[in-house]
């Protein structure tokens, strides 16, 4: 990754595109195929610009760090530190580097979909001038990321901190993007039912899956973690969807794409890093279909009321409902709503109002009595869903 640096060519101007697939300019021309599942080598501006217009779903972008190193960095026994000095890393002024994210930034912009969104990781090196970039062209930042590594490398001069951790910024395409995908529910299962933070503790490549040159040594410097390209697709793609990466590298983002049933497009300037990519690539054995088919999420669920309850008479008008510590205690109406005292209202409102806050979820708030036990209302809303399932069966 990060080897694609290019010149600051400007990248053609946008066309409003619509999501049917065809160009909101001139309605039913069809846009032309996107080159899906291969790696497209040479300038990173030129080739972005060449992709059609609205053609990825997600893009991660791993761009060149402008390290600004002044010499070899050794170990204390003197050993010499095989860190990045590649040519594609070299910048000659911070403007010409601000130039070059500029362009690149904007050409990626026009190859997204209008509900796509972009992960850019960096450094402290780079990682504020690109996030400045992005707003500046209209990107809406979502969340900073911190990629906490498990094993970092030492700081072996003992002047500063130990840097143990890259930035990336995850944002959308514009401020009006509210589709985009975010697989919220998916994601909290994997973690113990707990929403996933914005810190992730993993650790670098390294072992086996770290590509190797014929003499032994690492391939690329800069090869990121399969594992962190896989949560990044868990989080912000769909099966069948177009991953684009416009700074390819050793192809972990194609190798994590095929294995997960996702499509790629590499860009990639150096051949001896895209022929590696593509025999990697090749070597990977997708997962079975049922292994990546999407966990159901609470929002897809059809909506119900808790006047469908009550009239289903799962729970009778004048029954009681308590929170789960017994603090509250408010009365079921016939209309569905719930009277606390002198408060009548949802459930949603009366639960926010009992706890002075500006929100609540009445449904896990709000609890009846089941024998010796309290479960939550919600429990009762299962069981219309469940019906209306069956229903549809």
């Not at 308590?322 to 569905?336: I, P, Q, S, T």
């Amino acid at each position: 990754m990060r080897s694609a640096r290019a010149g600051a060519a400007s990248p053609k101007a946008q066309i409003q595109v619509s999501r049917t697939g065809t160009s909101a300019r001139f309605p039913g021309v069809q846009r032309p195929a996107a080159p899906t599942d291969e790696i497209l080598v040479g300038d990173c501006v030129a080739q972005l610009t060449r992709l059609p217009e609205g053609c990825a779903d997600l893009v991660f972008a791993d761009p060149p760090y402008n390290l600004q190193l002044e010499g070899a960095l050794s170990r204390p026994d003197q050993s010499v530190v095989d860190a990045v000095d590649d040519d594609w890393d070299k910048f000659a002024s911070f403007g010409d580097y601000d130039r070059f994210t500029r362009a690149w930034l904007a050409a990626a912009r026009r190859a997204m979909k209008p509900e796509a969104t972009i992960f850019v990781i960096g450094s402290y090196h780079n990682i504020f001038r690109v996030g400045a970039i992005m707003q500046d062209l209209g990107f809406w930042i979502l969340n900073d990321i911190v990629w906490r590594k498990a094993n970092p490398m030492p700081n072996f001069r003992g002047r500063r901190f130990t840097n143990a951790h890259e930035t990336m910024i995850w944002a959308a395409r514009d401020a009006t993007t509210k589709s985009y995908t975010f697989n919220y529910e998916a994601l909290k299962a994997g973690n113990e039912d707990c929403q996933v933070r914005s810190d992730w503790l993993m650790p670098i490549c390294t072992g086996g899956e770290r590509l190797k040159d014929s003499a032994g040594r690492k391939l690329h410097p800069t090869q990121k973690p399969e594992a962190l390209l896989a949560r990044i697709m868990l989080a912000a793609s769909n099966i069948g969807d177009t991953v684009l990466d416009p700074f390819f590298g050793s192809g972990t983002t194609g190798a994590v794409a095929r294995r997960m049933g996702r499509k790629f497009i590499g860009v990639e300037r150096d051949k001896t890093y895209a022929a590696a990519a593509r025999k990697r690539i090749a070597a990977i054995v997708p997962m079975p279909a049922e292994a990546l088919s999407p966990a159901p999420s609470k929002r897809a669920e059809p909506r119900v009321a808790f006047a469908s309850v009550v009239e289903a008479g799962l729970i009778a008008p004048g029954a009681a409902l308590m929170d789960e510590k017994r603090r509250y205690n408010a009365l079921v109406r016939a209309d569905g709503t719930i009277a606390l005292g002198n408060i009548v209202g949802s459930i949603h409102k009366t639960g926010a109002l009992a706890q002075g806050l500006p929100a609540c979820n009445g449904w896990t708030f709000w609890h009846f009595e089941d024998g010796a036990q309290l479960r939550p209302i919600d429990a009762l809303r299962s069981i219309i869903r469940d019906s209306l399932r069956a229903a549809g069966e």
